[in-house]
């Protein structure tokens, strides 16, 4: 089992930067991949990044690559997402997930509440 909590969302201005982070409780977190999801009001849960569980590989939404950085501390049990260059439709509720690497949410077991970022123009 393990429980997430995200946090750092907010509201910033278009092109400005932020830090998403997400601190999970359990002893099993370095085996799992981490994912980081967002969901916006009338849309779907997207995809946006993961990690798999040693860090050595990384996936990201082609509409974020460039701008996002995914990491993780498995000594802490965190993983963040440091998110530059914002726009306005990088608004939303960002989630982050434990679970098997992929780009796919039904691989992923555990979630947390959720973030909101606000992007302004």
């Known amino acids: 089992q393990v429980q997430l909590v995200e946090s750092g969302g907010g509201l910033v201005q278009a092109e400005g930067s932020l830090r998403l982070s997400c601190a999970a409780s359990g002893r099993t977190f370095s085996t799992y991949a981490m994912g980081w999801f967002r969901q916006a009001p009338g849309n779907e849960r997207d995809f946006v990044a993961a990690?798999?569980?040693?860090?050595?590989?990384?996936y990201y939404a082609d509409s974020v690559k460039g701008r996002f950085t995914i990491s993780r501390d498995n000594a802490k049990n965190t993983v963040n997402l440091q998110m530059n260059s914002l726009k306005p439709e990088d608004t939303a509720v960002y989630y982050c997930a434990a679970g098997v690497l992929s780009i796919a949410r039904y691989t992923y077991s555990y979630w947390g509440q959720g973030t909101q970022v606000t992007v302004s123009s």
């Open positions: 990690i798999s569980s040693r860090g050595g590989t990384t």
